[in-house]
């Protein structure tokens, strides 16, 4: 079962430069994959880059090695490089339940029953439901959208929005992006006489829920091997069964057959902002989606582009980035402190006015997410700190308070995850009921969904799941003490003590003057980045800080010397009063520095900068 979290090689690695402790703590290593890679295997991929000539000849080993770093073989380059559906595409039926779902489906299509989504408020809930929304919409049969409301309905399925929909006379439901594990929730759709399809991808039980069907590739017994797929490729999947069966009924002989590479940017979208393991299958869905992306056909991503500050009508690729940190916040704001439908609405709309006025309603709630985010920010750290949470040995911090917003204790909990490099969860109590709703953040050798899975099992919680990486709970206030020293008795008796020090993994280590331009061009072969297939990280070793300087919003950009005289500028985000920061602002000497080339295009000088992700006192 792949839920995408980071492999740690099970070879020994000695640290990088001799960096056991950097100045953010954390321990340097020489990237290697989990098997570890061996010379011939090395000197196959280098072989066969040479051959495939899609690189200049100097750029081809340090290339391997990226390559080896990650898991490729010579045998999977091929795919890695020029990731294809062709090549990767699965077999539908191999999805536990897909057979049953798209009977369901299209059965429900001839009688023209009712049939509602529920999705969940995250923008990969969003981008499934919209390729399901623009499949119907094709076919002649649109399709009811329930989002449930963060605040006041919480995540997942509930006996209340079933009855809702049921009252509505919805004869089929669709969940995606949620499900597998509402138990409950769909023993009353049964009861009522509701059916329910669920499409998810999250860690589930031995046994499913009562549903017509379950298809879910994280599902105990699924034969698909697709478990790093978030909902928006599993849906993408279940699109391809429709197609496939619709055919053979003989659905198209009045209309074409949907092109469903046109709804792939919504696959791509949703796959990204997962924070999915880009790889295999999922890799190809991201790298042709984002192709799709770019050509801004969706009138609901040109619009967020467009209120975002990008006028034109197309960039040459859309990357990681503007799906990342560009759409997919504004997207997630409706769910956080919004309406929890607005992010479907959008990407589902072929209305060019309804799609600016929604892109607009989602970037001005943007905005309030960031002023909420940055003052339970603030108070996670003061209360941390106050109640002596941190610094602290424990594995995990667990911090709570009331009132704060539960759409943004997942950000913050992030936030802090990368500021103390140890696994966070982030709780807020609702003071009226007393019911705190949490979300946390994991990194690499600690399963953090699997050790809030072990406390629901364990009654501490009313609900809790997630990945390796992420979980979201609910939990009584009066527990949260208990909840806390759970979590830290279940990871410290089931992670081996070397996996609690986080560690950062190099790529190569790389003189300043090798920094160019050619350089970071040659690394696009390796996009796109993401879980699974990280973005190049490069050292410099024993640089001094030319200069340095605070810039709005706390972030450092300073620029590095070598002895050669060379010079590299760069940047640091969030620098401001961390080691890292102070070493920057007030060099005492030379130093190690970790980071990744960025291009700089300011005033067509097509030059590189780096961003740090870690400095080490050489």
Not at 151 to 166: H, I, Q, R, W
Not at 221 to 226: K, T, W
Not at 229 to 252: D, I, M, S, T
Request: glycine share 10%; proline share 4%.
């Amino acid at each position: 079962m792949d839920t995408g979290a980071p492999l740690k090689p099970a070879v020994d690695v000695p640290p990088y430069l001799g960096v056991t402790a950097s100045l953010s703590g954390r321990m340097w290593r020489e990237r290697v994959a989990a098997n570890g890679v061996s010379a011939e295997s090395l000197r196959e991929i280098t072989h066969r880059l040479a051959l495939m000539n899609v690189a200049e000849s100097d750029f081809v080993e340090p290339l391997a090695r990226f390559a080896a770093g990650r898991g490729i073989t010579s045998d999977t380059l091929q795919d890695f490089i020029f990731p294809t559906l062709k090549a990767l595409f699965p077999e539908p039926s191999a999805f536990m339940d897909m057979d049953k779902a798209v009977t369901a489906m299209l059965d429900a299509l001839k009688r023209k029953a009712k049939i509602s989504i529920f999705a969940d408020y995250d923008v990969d809930g969003a981008t499934s439901a919209a390729q399901l929304v623009r499949w119907f919409r094709h076919m002649g049969h649109e399709l009811d959208v329930y989002v449930p409301d963060r605040l006041t309905e919480g995540y997942g399925p509930s006996n209340a929005a079933f009855d809702t929909l049921k009252r509505q006379g919805t004869d089929l439901v669709i969940t995606v992006d949620c499900g597998a594990m509402a138990h409950k929730a769909l023993d009353h759709a049964a009861d009522i006489g509701l059916d329910v399809v669920v499409i998810d991808h999250h860690l589930m039980r031995e046994e499913p829920p009562r549903a017509l069907a379950v298809v879910n590739p994280n599902r105990p017994g699924c034969g698909s091997a697709q478990g790093n797929l978030a909902a928006a490729g599993v849906v993408f999947v279940v699109l391809a069964g429709l197609n496939r069966e619709a055919e053979k009924r003989g659905l198209f002989t009045d209309r074409a057959k949907p092109d469903l590479r046109q709804w792939l940017d919504l696959s791509a979208l949703g796959a990204i902002c997962d924070v999915t393991a880009l790889t295999g299958f999922n890799r190809a869905l991201a790298a042709q989606g984002l192709k799709i992306m770019s050509q801004r056909k969706n009138a609901g991503i040109n619009a967020l582009m467009t209120v975002a500050g990008d006028k034109s009508s197309a960039v040459s690729l859309m990357s990681t980035f503007h799906s990342g940190f560009v759409i997919g916040p504004r997207i997630n704001a409706g769910g956080r402190v919004g309406r929890s439908d607005l992010g479907v609405r959008l990407l589902s709309t072929d209305d060019a006015d309804e799609a600016a006025g929604l892109a607009q309603e989602l970037d001005a709630l943007n905005h309030t997410r960031r002023d909420i985010e940055a003052q339970v920010l603030e108070e996670a750290v003061q209360v941390a700190e106050t109640q002596g949470l941190w610094p602290s040995e424990d594995p995990v911090i667990v911090v709570a308070r009331e009132d704060w917003h539960p759409g943004v204790i997942g950000i913050v909990a992030g936030r802090l995850r990368e500021r103390w490099h140890k696994p966070v969860v982030i709780i807020g109590i609702d003071p009226v009921s007393g019911m705190g709703k949490g979300s946390g953040r994991s990194q690499a050798g600690i399963n953090l969904g699997e050790a809030v899975g072990a406390a629901f099992e364990a009654g501490i919680l009313l609900s809790g799941g997630g990945h390796a990486m992420a979980a979201g709970l609910s939990v009584e206030r009066e527990r949260i003490g208990e909840l806390r020293r759970f979590i830290n008795d279940y990871v410290s008796s089931h992670v081996a003590e070397a996996d609690l020090i986080e560690t950062v993994d190099v790529d190569a280590i790389l003189s300043v003057r090798a920094a160019t331009r050619a350089l970071y061009d040659c690394f696009d072969l390796l996009a796109p980045y993401g879980q699974g297939n990280p973005e190049p990280l490069l050292a410099f070793s024993s640089v001094r800080v030319g200069f340095a300087q605070v810039m709005k919003g706390g972030h450092v950009r300073f620029e590095l010397n070598d002895d050669t005289g060379a010079k590299l500028k760069g940047i640091m985000w969030r620098a401001e009063g961390t080691a890292i920061g102070d070493a920057l602002l007030r060099p005492a000497g030379l130093i190690h520095v970790l980071g990744r080339l960025k291009a700089d295009d300011y005033m067509g000088r097509r030059g590189v900068q780096l961003e740090i992700e870690d400095v080490a006192l050489a």
